[in-house]
């Protein structure tokens, strides 16, 4: 069973710099299978795509973040991380990370962290 | 970018009972849409993907449907787990979500 967990600090000042990580387990993400996503919500919004990683290295993500957006992969950790920097207020959130699968050429996150929130307050 | 709106945004259901959600796609996504279950504190579950394929694991009770820009997710049978709240998800380009249906007693 594919399993993955959020970790960083709760609390972030502004104009400093959000730190992710999400560990895997019970699946690789050397895999060349799947892409390795981020996914936040603030509260009473919608859900909103991040971006996402590949072991291949390649990546994309969100053009409304992506000036302020790093997304990297360990391979011998088995974890993949997201810093945002600048941040403010309007970055807290809810974080979560996803595995994407693709069925016939249809993309869906098949698995999910729980989330972890993230506020953003001096 | 393409703007997914689901409706309604809330309503009151009670166990047994048949509830059908809708979402609609601001230009054409063939099947590219996603639904996912998610409750407070937990990990959020997808339930169908490609608008209308039932996901490993996931209750047949739950289908989806549709194609274009018009889709829908029914609960034939409303059990006391599904008191949840449900996003449409496209995956045509790139990823975004509608604004979530809340299922409430």
């Known amino acids: 069973q594919v399993q993955l967990q959020e970790s960083g600090p709760g609390l972030v000042k502004p104009s400093q710099t959000l730190s992710l990580t999400c560990n895997v387990s019970?699946?690789?993400?050397?895999?060349?299978?799947?892409?390795w996503n981020w996914i936040r919500q603030p509260a009473g919004k919608e859900l909103e795509w991040i971006g996402r990683?590949?072991?291949?290295?390649?990546?994309n993500n969100n053009p409304s973040l992506r000036s302020r957006l790093t997304m990297s992969a360990d391979t011998s950790k088995n974890q993949f991380s997201l810093k945002l920097t600048s941040v403010t207020a309007a970055d807290t959130a809810v974080y979560y990370c996803a595995r994407e699968a693709s069925w016939g050429g249809f993309p869906s996150f098949d698995y999910w962290g729980q989330g972890i929130q993230v506020t953003v307050s001096s | 970018d393409i703007q997914m709106t689901q409706s309604p945004s809330s309503l009151s259901a009670s166990v047994g009972d048949r509830v059908t959600i809708t979402c609609r796609a601001s230009q054409s996504i063939s099947t590219s849409l996603n639904w996912y279950q998610v409750k407070p504190g937990k990990a959020p579950k997808l339930l169908i993907f490609a608008a209308s394929s039932l996901e490993s694991g996931a209750p047949s009770r739950f289908s989806g449907g549709g194609s274009g820009t018009d889709f829908t997710l029914t609960i034939s049978s409303l059990q006391p787990g599904d008191f949840a709240t449900y996003y449409c998800q496209q995956s045509y380009r790139t990823f975004s979500f509608g604004g979530g249906t809340k299922v409430e007693i």
């Open positions: 019970g699946g690789s993400i050397s895999s060349a299978t799947y892409y």
């Open positions: 990683i590949h072991i291949s290295g390649n990546s």
